[in-house]
């Protein structure tokens, strides 16, 4: 919605959410009356209630989807909390071939990728070491699924 500060004279436009959020505010504190803040001299210009519902079409509608995006934020927030906290708890049986990084200076070097440089490095070596560390970076993928 456009305005115009009664001071300066700046146009200004107020957003949807804002208004959305001022609505709400409003009817949270049994207010009439919002205060936007002029961009360019700061002083309030008031706005009415009934003008912020007027310029804002299916405020009730927006509202109901300003709380139930606020909730869904809430909740992604906590996926991605337990996510990262599933991967955390992940991940030291992930980087566990400590023998493997003990065993050469490369794999250290190359800690980020510990499986690779391991192969690589027993490849030449041995046969019979190969399996082992086959069977390991298995496990390693499907910790990555998840
Ligand atoms: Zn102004």
């Given amino acids: 919605m456009n305005l115009r500060c009664i001071y300066c004279q700046t146009p200004f436009t107020l957003g949807r959410m804002e208004k959305l959020a001022a609505i709400q505010r409003l009817q949270a504190e049994d207010m009439h009356h919002y205060d936007v803040f002029c961009p ?30 606020a909730a869904q934020v809430e909740k992604s927030r906590a996926a991605v909390a337990s996510v990262a906290a599933a991967v955390k708890s992940a991940a030291p049986s992930k980087a566990a071939p400590a023998k493997k990084r003990h065993a050469s200076k490369a794999a250290k070097a190359t800690a980020a990728k510990p499986q690779k440089a391991a192969s690589a490095k027993k490849k030449p070596a041995a046969a019979k070491a190969k399996p082992t560390a086959k069977a390991k970076p298995a496990g390693k993928a499907k910790a990555k699924k998840k």
């Fill in 40 to 69: 360019r001299c700061r002083r309030a210009n008031t706005v009415s209630i009934e003008r912020l519902q007027i310029f804002t079409p299916g405020w009730k509608e927006g509202l109901k989807t300003l709380e139930s995006e």
